[in-house]
């Protein structure tokens, strides 16, 4: 009976500091229940339906939650740990990274953009090419907007322009490309993901508009590995006024902050003996 009398005393002891709490994550999640313990680093929570979840403080807000915005634990869905899941491979997702994320992101080793979030609903973007040729550049600039956003899904506007600055510009004056996307995830095992929109240019000469859409989804297959698949059709920033349709396949990488995707373009046209074009992607998020 002794051998369990050290243990009976610590779970006594223990007891009063646990404290019915509410924690409001930087990515709009509401956790409520007993708070069982804490460190310099982390926070752990008994919920009522998830069990025990540990946080680490630094996605924690610090300021207060109203009872209107507490979710119900029944309603919480699971966070997805993609650092860049507002994101597949070129199809934008519904969701947006936490209020006060700094996103990185590298297509290529050619194509830099840098986003900010200011708000949990909303993501501002800017990106360009290397200066590697004064003949082929550009600058573009977007923003996401969440329009609805529930523990699984969310619906949100997306739209960017781009502006040729070199001199082969193909005589537009910027292009232009605006969607609405809505993303539906099935706790943390996978993502199904739909645009549509339109995308245009306004040129020197004449002004090309089409409409176009796209399916994706990603799909876990380890904690920190996943598939992902695209079909988009439509115009592309290199040619508004096309009408083909491109299939995006490929796998992502990543841990807490930082990923690295590995993909294949195949553009449904004939390319003679090529498969795909080669497509790879890093991004950090601070």
Known sequence: MTRFLPGFLALLLASPLAAYEVIRLKDGTVLRGE?????????????ENLGRVRVKKRNILSSPVKDSEVVP????ARLDPDPIGHTLLL?????TPPKGSIVFRDFELLFLTLGYSPTNSTSIVAGAMLPFTSEF????????QGLYRKANGALAVAGNMTVPVSSSNNEANFIWLLNLVGSYRFADVAGIHVAAGGIGAHGQIESVQSFSY????DIR????????????HGGTTFNPGSDGTLINFGIRIHGERISADIGGVRPLEDMGSLWFIPLLSVGYRF
């Open 35 to 47: 708070v069982v313990s804490r460190t310099d680093s982390t926070v752990e929570i008994d919920t």
């Open 73 to 76: 634990p029944q309603k919480l």
């Open 91 to 95: 199809m934008p997702t519904a969701f």
């Open 137 to 144: 550049n550009a600058l573009t600039a977007g923003i996401k």
């Open 214 to 217: 796209g399916v994706g989804t």
């Open 221 to 232: 297959l380890w904690p920190h590995v996943k598939i992902l698949g695209e079909v988009l």
